[in-house]
């Protein structure tokens, strides 16, 4: 069962688990089709996706109406989009912008470019775990394929568990990437919806303490 955090008559906010696939897979249903299965009477359209191994909220319309709504809200980043994420590296800054093109690379990789034609707009804060990891709070301001795990790479800090730009590594016991928080206005009303990583070792106990605090990082 998919679990929802959230139901409207126009949308339904749910909760992914990191690696589990968007779509279908030779692994077997993926996210979408489960979440079909509780909702047989209606048709369903994802407002936008996650990865196969980062885990947290998704945005789901119920009718083509919100579909198209929604959709317009995200286009001109109106849904404002939150992420957590770990690395064992430190990044070449503490925090700031990462903007550039993105092209595609070898074996299923992106890579950013410093072309600014049509580019990917990431914003990040990062601050240091007790653990000797850093822990990031992210901000996307476009909706690019790898975007935070191509932005976090060309800083030195890959997401940790990254099986696709971070070196293996046998202790890693998930990718540490997860859509934390969206914040949106719809039909007049203001949704601001958080959820905190479910899994992940290395992911702070207090985190929704420290997340709650007034000295938590602020967002341009």
């Not at 489960?34 to 980062?54: A, M, N």
């Not at 404002?80 to 912008?97: F, T």
């Not at 070196?167 to 890693?172: C, E, G, H, R, T």
């Not at 919806?193 to 709650?212: K, Q, T, V, Y």
Request: charge should be positive.
């Amino acid at each position: 069962m998919v679990e929802i955090l959230r139901e409207t008559e126009d949308f339904l906010v749910c909760y992914k688990e990191e690696n589990l696939d968007f779509h279908n897979s030779d692994e077997g249903p993926g996210f979408f089709s489960l979440l079909k299965e509780q909702y047989p009477k209606e048709t369903l359209y994802p407002v936008h996706r996650l990865d196969k191994p980062t885990s947290g909220l998704i945005l789901v319309a119920r009718n083509r109406a919100a579909a198209s709504g929604l959709g317009t809200l995200l286009s001109s980043s109106e849904i404002e989009k939150y992420y957590l994420a770990i690395s064992d590296k430190k990044p070449k800054k503490k925090q700031g912008w990462v903007v550039g093109d993105m092209q595609r690379s070898r074996r299923g990789q992106w890579i950013l470019t410093r072309n600014k034609d049509n580019p990917s707009r990431t914003y990040f804060i990062s601050v240091p775990l007790q653990t000797g990891y850093r822990l990031f709070f992210v901000r996307i301001y476009t909706g690019k394929t790898h975007q935070i795990r191509v932005a976090l790479k060309s800083q030195g800090a890959p997401v940790w568990g990254d099986p696709l730009y971070h070196i293996p590594d046998p202790k890693a016991d998930r990718m540490y990437l997860h859509s934390w928080k969206l914040q949106f206005t719809w039909r007049g009303i203001v949704y601001d919806l958080e959820c905190l990583p479910r899994s992940g070792r290395l992911f702070p106990e207090d985190l929704g303490a420290f997340l709650e605090d007034p000295s938590c990082p602020v967002f341009p």
